[in-house]
């Protein structure tokens, strides 16, 4: 037990030595050294989550997400432990909220970071199906693309194909009527169109005529459509529009499965509208509290430290910051005397020994002087 309670006052960045000395103030930084190191450990799992998907399909993806929630919830500890200890107690409530006002905009950007990949993972279901939604309509634009696309760009030889189809029903109607036309001309039935005579005579002869030409003029035709047919269908596989299909649901779940964070992020940020544009009240409530819940968390060791009572340890703690100033400050003198002291003594060895050294030189000049 002693040993959680060290680590807790360690993470709450406390001095130990002096936080001994009060056992009334034990239990506050047992509970803000608990609150910083649980926010550490969910930022691991946030940012390990993320870079998962970061590598998602890669064979190190596992060890890249541990190794980078490790790193990410040391970096967030060592934050949340720098801001905590470094508000200071002294003065009035107001100018330590002052103080601890960029340290609380900190946090809350700290909340918002480590919120997010925990969000994607409790909407995984939802995004899931965003996704596919989303990932279908990609496909149906894709086609409505490439379909008029390849409508606009051919759009002669469409039309040319309408008009031989268009002709092809109509000359089939026509062959229809000629043909009945014939065997009432044949079988004598008396009509409009027909003489009533019984027989293969002349004018069946000429209806047979007029029934081979439409006949004839049909298989022309019908080539040409052919032809025609063949041609637009090559040019659908050269431009595409043939290859391309719908996912299938099996299709769309890999998709979904292998989608990236930016795509995860994005259908997360969509959950909270409907298909019409409108704001999904709910989905949004819900997302709105899970952050706010994660932004309270970090800020929390913050607001402890500020709504706590100025306490023994504080005042220990200001204390000895002032002493540790004042040795600062005599260390300092003490530094500046030494200094002084060593220069100048080195200023009168230098004088000293340039003096000698110009009465050498002028004793030995006045030596090899000569006066004739």
């Not at 002493?323 to 300092?332: L, P, S, T, V």
Request: neutral net charge; aromatic residues 12%; proline residues 2%.
């Amino acid at each position: 037990m002693k040993k959680v309670t060290r680590f807790f006052w360690f993470c709450s960045g406390a001095h130990v030595g002096t936080l001994k000395k009060y056992p009334i103030e034990h239990n506050k930084y047992v509970g803000i050294g608990a609150t910083i190191f649980f926010t550490a450990l969910f930022a691991s799992l946030s940012g390990g989550y993320a870079m998962y998907f970061v590598f998602a399909g890669n064979a190190f993806a596992v060890v890249f997400a541990i190794l980078f929630g490790l790193i990410w919830g040391t970096a967030i500890f060592n934050l949340d432990r720098y801001i905590v200890s470094s508000i200071d107690k002294q003065g009035t409530a107001n100018q330590q909220i002052i103080q601890a006002s960029p340290r609380i905009l900190l946090a809350i950007m700290i909340g918002i970071v480590i919120s997010r990949p925990l969000e994607l993972k409790i909407f995984d279901k939802e995004i899931r199906q965003k996704l596919k939604t989303a990932y279908l309509k990609g496909q149906h634009r894709k086609i409505d693309t490439l379909q008029k696309t390849y409508t606009d760009k051919y759009a002669m030889e469409l039309g040319k194909d309408k008009e031989l189809k268009r002709e092809k029903d109509s000359l089939e109607t026509a062959i229809n009527d000629s043909r009945s036309e014939l065997n009432q001309e044949v079988f004598g039935d008396k009509t409009d169109q027909t003489s009533g005579i019984v027989g293969y005579g002349t004018y069946a002869k000429q209806k047979q005529a007029v029934l081979q030409e439409k006949e004839d003029r049909l298989k022309t035709v019908m080539d040409n459509q052919d032809k025609m047919e063949q041609y637009l269908s090559e040019r659908k596989d050269y431009e595409g529009v043939n290859s391309i299909r719908l996912f299938s649901e099996h299709q769309l779940d890999s998709l979904s499965n292998v989608a990236g964070f930016s795509d995860r992020n994005w259908a997360l940020g969509q959950l909270s509208y409907n298909e019409n544009g409108t704001r999904d009240l709910d989905t949004y409530l819900a997302e709105s509290f899970i952050s706010f819940l994660f932004i309270l968390f970090e800020c929390l060791p913050v607001f402890v430290k500020l709504m706590s009572p100025k306490g023994p340890y504080d005042v220990a703690i200001s204390k000895l910051t002032e002493a540790d100033i004042h040795y600062a400050e005599r260390d300092k003198e003490r530094n500046i005397e030494v200094t002084d002291n060593v220069y100048d003594h080195h200023l009168g060895s230098e004088i000293e020994k340039r003096k000698k050294i110009i009465t050498a030189q002028s004793d030995y000049d006045l030596e090899r002087h000569s006066y004739d």
